[in-house]
């Protein structure tokens, strides 16, 4: 199994990379992979962002230690993301409070995906916007730009917020699997090529196995679609694919 990913700033962008991502291996088994876009038009987008990508690294290694002492893994997949996505809520309310940070510094959204690799099984949950590739099927979670970022969320009771959220995938027996900020659908033509072929960006980059034996893959299609193809994101982008 390989793990590919990239992260790139948009070309309408200047200053900071607003998307962060984050692989991470739980215990000996599972693997916790996510895609984070912050708000662009709220505060230091990139911070809130980079903190729930370091947030859910920090939470992955806590349950990496404790499967390795307690042993008693229940396979209950689903559960264990209500409990990653719980115990995110109650770090990002602690730090809000320590840090005295505003509702607009916290705005990102969230792809995480969790998967068993013994079992060979997963549950994908996306909160706000992004796109989802498995075995070909396209997914794409779009709200008209108007994301349902956690951050709103915080002061809810978290048991009744999970039950409302919709924006699941279940999956097993996986041999190609893609997760996205919603950059993914901002390619766009930024300069002239001399001959006239045409490429679809989504499915070169999700789908396509052109460079599959390079760990650089995903770096190396978007320097051919830009120095080709004359295309680029013009929206910052996070993309991480499983392939068996």
């Not at 008209?144 to 959220?165: S, T, V």
């Not at 001399?194 to 960006?201: A, C, E, M, V």
């Amino acid at each position: 199994m390989n793990i590919y990913s990239v992260l790139q700033i948009g070309d309408y962008h200047v200053n900071h990379c607003e998307d962060f991502l984050i692989t991470k291996k739980i215990g000996s088994n599972k693997i916790l992979c996510a895609v984070m876009d912050g708000c662009s038009t709220a505060m230091e987008s990139q911070f809130a962002s980079a903190l729930l990508g370091k947030i859910l690294r920090k939470i992955s290694i806590e349950k990496g230690y404790q499967e390795l002492y307690q042993h008693n893994q229940s396979g209950d997949l689903e559960g264990e993301l209500k409990t990653i996505i719980k115990e995110l809520f109650k770090e990002i309310i602690a730090l809000k409070n320590h840090l005295m940070l505003d509702e607009k510094e916290l705005l990102t959204t969230l792809i995480l995906l969790l998967y068993d690799v013994k079992r060979e099984e997963g549950i994908i949950l996306s909160i706000g916007d992004g796109l989802v590739c498995i075995n070909g099927k396209i997914t794409e979670f779009e709200r008209d730009n108007k994301p349902d970022y956690l951050a709103y969320h915080l002061k809810e009771d978290f048991e009744e917020w999970y039950a409302n959220q919709n924006q699941k995938i279940f999956f097993s027996q996986i041999k190609d699997i893609s997760i996205a900020t919603d950059g993914i659908s901002s390619f766009a033509a930024v300069k002239k090529t001399d001959h006239d072929d045409q490429i679809n960006p989504i499915n070169y980059l999700l789908i396509d196995t052109e460079n599959i034996d390079s760990e650089e893959m995903l770096s190396l299609k978007l320097k051919r679609l830009e120095h080709y193809y004359g295309m680029k994101p013009t929206d910052d982008l996070a993309i991480i694919r499983i392939k068996k």
